[in-house]
């Protein structure tokens, strides 16, 4: 901001309101009275942050133990590029002022404004309120699971209403506003989202709730996340992936660290016998990927209970019909159950024949 850069601002503490691992922000007024965060990248972020991300580029070839199949070089190139956009400023304030916009007078978010942007300075609107590590070790259930419905929302949102997803949703980037808004903060990890994505989604999902195995298998190697050649046991995924699946057709979710534990343990298991080993996934999922893990991850630590599902899926509607389809026959067969007549002990013994010739599939 040049040798001058005091006289830009009314007033400005130099002692550090918070830090971060590339920078760190101060308290200042503005000339026009308004209360201003201006965030500073510290000298060497850029050289330190590429020598880390030569590092992971090396460590790569070591994450063909837990995915054999995956072209980790390509990955790691997206997931790279993710980082290294966190370090120019210019594109963050640009980002920060399309979400800005598109989230103007929304009743539950508050994206402060951009006042002023200069190099490795970025000067935005304060933003007062509670911070989100603070809701998690003290606030009540109810006002967790309200906050952790909150950040969901606001994740499935951001790319319907800009085109753009919020990759970095970890507890610090979010404030509970005095008003019960949510303020949402630093807008460097924002990543262009692919326009077939949704397609996608509804396909595999209308595959995993409402079809069988086979057809669960061919929409995964439809969106190339099995490789042509693979032989993959689709029944041992389908097993891996049902408490996954649950958090849909389930009006209501529980979510808690030692359910992502689980989670996580099943899916890195290095066992030679485990599916997810032979998956793989295209380069440009990468900041989706990215996203869910550190969404999922506050949503655990707040111990979200309640309509989960509604939130994930209310940007996506053919996804959305897919889930209603699945509870409305789940419901159907549940009330078949609940009506038949019952039977005696002879009758009860008696197996049943059918036209089929071996064990269903089909997931109901």
Not at 42 to 66: N, Q
Not at 147 to 158: K, N, Q, T
Request: hydrophobic share 45%; glycine share 6%; charged share 20%.
């Amino acid at each position: 901001m040049g040798p001058g850069w005091r006289d830009r601002f009314a007033e400005f503490d130099t002692r550090a309101a918070a830090a971060a691992s590339v920078g760190q922000v101060h308290r200042a007024v503005w000339p026009d009275g308004r209360r201003v965060a201006v965030k500073l990248m510290y000298p060497g972020a850029r050289a330190a942050v590429a020598s880390d991300l030569e590092h992971l580029h090396r460590l790569a070839p070591l994450a063909k133990v837990f995915a054999p199949d995956l072209d980790t070089r390509a990955v790691t190139d997206a997931f790279a590029e993710c980082i290294g956009a966190e370090l120019d400023y210019a594109d963050e304030a640009a980002t920060q002022r399309i979400f800005a916009s598109a989230f103007a007078g929304d009743p539950d978010f508050h994206i402060p404004a951009v006042v002023d942007q200069q190099g490795d300075v970025l000067v935005t609107e304060w933003l007062d309120g509670t911070p989100l590590q603070r809701v998690i070790a003290s606030g009540d259930p109810a006002e967790r699971t309200r906050v952790g419905l909150l950040v969901a929302r606001f994740v499935m949102s951001s790319f319907a209403k800009t085109g753009l997803l919020y990759t970095d949703p970890h507890p610090g980037n979010f404030r509970v506003l005095p008003d019960g808004r949510l303020g949402v903060l630093d807008f460097g990890a924002c990543s262009p989202f692919p326009a077939h994505f949704p397609d996608l989604v509804a396909d595999i999902g209308e595959a995993a709730l409402n079809g069988a195995d086979a057809d669960l298998e061919a929409a995964l190697r439809r969106h190339e996340f099995v490789r042509p050649e693979r032989e993959f046991d689709i029944a041992a995924l389908v097993t891996m992936v049902a408490p996954i699946l649950d958090l849909y057709r389930r009006p209501d979710a529980h979510l808690t660290p030692a359910w992502l534990r689980s989670q996580v343990r099943r899916a890195t298991d290095p066992s030679l016998s485990n599916v997810a080993r032979h998956l793989t996934t295209r380069p440009e999922y990468a900041p989706i990927g990215r996203t869910i893990l550190a969404a999922t991850g506050v949503l655990c630590q707040l111990g979200v209970h309640g309509p989960l599902s509604a939130e994930l899926t209310a940007p996506l509607p053919d996804l959305a019909a897919a889930v209603h389809r699945c509870r409305d026959r789940e419901a159907s067969a549940a009330t078949v159950v609940a009506l038949r007549p019952a039977t005696d002990a002879s009758t009860a013994a008696t197996p049943v024949t059918t036209a089929s010739s071996g064990p269903s599939t089909s997931r109901g």
